[in-house]
Structures are given as C-alpha cells and as structure tokens.
C-alpha cells in the first residue's frame, strides 16, 4: 500500500476510543437537562439562549446545541461570525445572536447571509447594516448591545434611547433586541456588591425611556448564568446562560441554587507503569521526590492539552473511585501519578481527571481555585488534540 492510499485509511487509534491515550466525554443528555432545569427556573415567558462559544466552553458547540434545544432552549450566542457559521452549517436554524463585535462590511454581509445577529455597539455598524440590507434587498435583525457599567463592548447606556430612535429610522435594520451585560453577577452576598444594582438601574432607566417614547427595544436581556441563578429579577425577555448550562456554578454560593449536572468528563490512559526506589526524583526539576519504594503511572496528557502547567503536584486523578496523587512536573504531553497505594492500575487503563468516578468527582472548580483562574478558563482551556466524545441520545 503506497502512502497516498493509506492516507483514506483509518488510523486503528482513529477507529474507536479504546485506543485513544486522552480525551474529553460529552454527556449530551446531561447539557440537555441542565437546559431544561433552567428553563424550569425562568420567569414566565423568558427564553433561554444557550451560549455555545469557544466552541461550546469546550464541549464541541454543535452536539451542545443540539442537546441545548432538546432541553428547551429556543436561540444560541456565539462570540464570533466563524462560530455562527459553524451551527448554521451543520444544519441549525434557531436564531442565533453574535455576542462579539463585527467591524468589517464583509462579516455583516455574512450574517445577513447566513441569518446571524450581530451586536451593535454604534451608530456606524448600524449604517453599515442599512447599506447592505438595502443592496441585498432583505432586511437584516439586530440587538442593540449597551454599557451599563461592564466597560467593553456597548455603547453608552445614556445613548441608548437615541441610538434606539435612529435604528428605528433605518428602513432595512430591524431591532429584534436590547441587551447588557453584568461585570458583577457572581459576587456573594457577603460581597456588597453595588455594582449591579447600578447596572440593572440603568438598564430598567433605558427601557423605561423606550417605552415612554413608545420605541420598540424587541427581547431585553441582561442575565449570564450568576444573574439567571440569582433569580427572575435579571430575567427579562431572556437570559444568556454559559456556565451553567455545561453543568458548573459561576460562584459557590449558587451552587445549591440549581440541580446542575457537569457533562464533560476529561479522561487519559495509562502509558507506562515504573517501579522505582525511594528517593528518585520525578519529572523535569525533580520537584517530587519518593519517599519510599513507589509505582508510578505515566499517564498520556499534558498541559498542550490543556492540563495547566501550574497545578503540578497539585492535583489527583480518580481510578475505581479511589485518588491518585499527581506528582512532579506536568508535563507537554504527560504527567506522573503515585500508584504506590493502587497496585491494580495497569497500562491501558482510563484515569478520570475530571469528572465523576464512582462517588467521587472532581470538577474545574477545584482546579481553577489551585491556579488562580476560573472554571471558564478550564473547560475552554482544552485543545483540539483531545478528540471530543459525545455520549448521549442527542
Ligand atoms: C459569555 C457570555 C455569556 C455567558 O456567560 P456565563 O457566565 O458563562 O453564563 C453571556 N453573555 C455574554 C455577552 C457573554 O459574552
């Protein structure tokens, strides 16, 4: 067989996940619940918009939406116009919301195209609307995204109700939305948080203004996952829901407010079993060094997988219910276990480290608090080189 016909051929590791060394489980129908227990929690009549970028916080953004709309969600925010795209190719209708900032014609042009809306933060993304839906002959929807007090991506709250009159002028833009977002939501009670209430202050001013001038704001949102949990107060028309919605909580105190079930679970193989002495040091740095005769495990993912670097010796990996320390350096493409205390853990066998083994788990949480991060950056932290796995009916 010459190399241009192997290269049709499926690789035996490419065939099935019994010979994958890493990879990440997608339990699809636990992303579909999540969607529905928040549906259930909503105010009457509010919506729910899965948000499914970085390509579903690392989930894989098509299988997610698709569960996502099974559990009751009616729309989805991407942050980018590629991201859109992405649902629309792979056969996804439900109207779709552009959370980022589109500059170029070409990008807006794209969204008419494919029926994506995008966020406008200005008056001059709105004209440049206008022209091309006027030159395609088809309307183009939008929201209107505006600062309250996050200080990124909006325009001005107090130029809200103008801005608001002068796309209601534009024959060819239609205002489906009005939208914020909360730089706070997540803060504990204990916290003092001013905050929001200032945020929410100012976007209920703006919507008042538009219903006195009797301007059409469409569906108003305002609520991330830390304000949906909070309560129907930030509900509005509809809530933008990441975080939860893949199962974790945005804060510890809302944890207890919602049954939500983590769908990822992050697994690698075991590659190589060392017997050693005590007193051998372990990995780049020798940062471990064993205290008495140990088994190690070489386990084969590392942090170009997106294992960060810094939770060296930090952190353990579940096997039959039982915790495996991690020890030494983290490496690119492997990392060390004491499997002194398992003496049944063989090559070949699959080490959760993330995720629910037995009754234990372990969850971004409890590596983002040991790294100085948040679980968003976790779960969006793992590369493409760990094959995404979907388990589930959806
Ligand atoms: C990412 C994002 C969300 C979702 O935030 P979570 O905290 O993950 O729920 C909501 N709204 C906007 C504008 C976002 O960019």
Redesign the pocket.
Same mark, same amino acid.
């Given at each position: 067989m010459n190399a241009l016909s192997l290269a049709s051929q499926p690789e035996p590791h490419e065939a099935g996940y019994s010979r994958q060394r890493a990879w990440v489980e997608v339990d699809t129908d636990a992303i579909a619940r999540n969607a529905a227990t928040l549906a259930t929690g909503l105010a009457p009549g509010c919506q729910l918009?899965a948000?499914v *970028? &970085?390509d579903g +916080?690392g989930h894989g953004a098509v299988p997610v939406a698709r569960a996502a709309l099974a559990g009751g969600a009616s729309s989805f925010?991407v942050?980018t116009l590629a991201e859109g795209v992405q649902l629309r190719r792979a056969g996804i209708t439900a109207p779709v919301l552009v @959370?980022?900032n589109l500059i170029h014609p070409d990008e807006l042009r794209s969204c008419l195209r494919w029926q994506l809306m995008p $966020?406008l933060s200005g008056m001059r993304e709105a004209l440049l609307c206008q022209n091309l839906a006027a030159a395609a002959g088809r309307p183009i929807g939008v929201h209107l *995204?505006l600062d309250t007090g996050m200080t990124r @991506?909006g325009v001005d709250w107090q130029e809200g109700p103008r801005l608001v009159a002068a796309i209601a002028e534009l024959a060819d833009v239609q205002l489906l939305g009005v +939208?914020s977002?909360l730089a706070n #939501?997540?803060a504990a009670p204990a916290d003092d948080d001013s905050i929001t209430p200032c945020q929410v202050q100012r976007f209920a001013s703006v919507l008042a203004a538009l219903r006195q001038q009797q301007l059409d704001a469409g569906c108003r949102?305002l &609520?991330?996952? &830390?304000a $949906?949990l909070r309560g129907p107060d930030f509900h509005y028309d509809m809530v933008?829901?990441? @975080? #939860? @919605? +893949?199962g974790h909580s945005?804060a510890l105190h809302l944890a207890a407010a919602s049954a939500l079930q983590p769908a990822m679970q992050l697994r690698a193989r075991v590659s190589l079993i060392r017997s050693v002495p005590a007193g051998i040091g372990v990995s780049y740095g020798h940062r471990f060094r064993t205290s008495r005769p140990s088994r190690l495990a070489v386990v084969s993912i590392g942090y170009a997988d997106g294992v960060p670097r810094q939770l060296s010796g930090q952190i353990a990996v579940l096997h039959r219910g039982r915790r495996l320390p991690q020890v030494g350096a983290i490496t690119m493409d492997q990392l060390v276990l004491d499997a002194t205390d398992a003496p049944d853990l063989d090559v070949g066998e699959v080490v959760t480290l993330l995720g629910q083994d037995g009754d234990q788990q372990i969850t971004p949480a409890d590596w983002s608090q040991r790294c100085q991060t948040i679980p968003?950056e976790i779960l969006c932290g793992f590369k493409h080189r760990l094959p995404r796995l979907p388990l589930g009916a959806h």
């Open positions: 918009m948000v *970028k &970085a +916080y925010g942050a @959370l980022g $966020t *995204k @991506l +939208y977002h #939501a997540d949102h &609520a991330n996952s &830390a $949906t933008r829901v990441g @975080l #939860a @919605l +893949y945005p968003w």
